[in-house]
Nanobody
Framework: QVQLVESGGGLVQPGGSLRLACSVS????????IAWIRQRPGREQEGVAC?????????????FYTRSVKGRFTISRDNAKNTVYLQMNNLTTEDTAVYYC???????????????WGNGTLVTVSS
């Protein structure tokens, strides 16, 4: 049974930092792509970052970020711990959202459609 469990959300002031973690069970993170997706209030879901497990240089391999977080957020993975992280720096109120960890089934490459989802962790950026 696949489970993705997020942690690390909370309240932070603008300009602050948070690190989210997602513990994965049921498949090997080293063989699979993994992503962070957020749901901001009143807006559609948005893919924030994705990390493929394949490093061939082929399409949809590598690390991807949505434009608004480039240079501020970093996705990283510890395959030995089956855990993925999202380091978020220089946070703004626009980053307030529920952040979900998600993964495609049996895919080493990033793609839009996700099959597995965590329950989400709330990040609130406010002074």
């Amino acid at each position: 049974q696949v489970q993705l469990v997020e942690s690390g959300g909370g309240l932070v002031q603008p300009g602050g930092s948070l690190r989210l973690a997602c513990s994965v069970s049921g498949f090997s993170l080293g063989d699979n792509a993994i992503a962070w997706i957020r749901q901001r209030p009143g807006r559609e879901q948005e893919g924030v970052a994705c990390s493929s497990s394949e490093d061939s240089g082929a399409i949809y391999t590598g690390t991807f970020y949505t434009r608004s977080v480039k240079g501020r957020f970093t996705i990283s993975r510890d395959n030995a711990k089956n855990t993925v992280y999202l380091q978020m720096n220089n946070l703004t109120t626009e980053d307030t959202a529920v952040y979900y960890c998600a993964a495609p089934r049996a895919s080493s490459r990033c793609r839009r459609a996700m099959d597995y989802w965590g329950n989400g962790t709330l990040v609130t950026v406010s002074s």
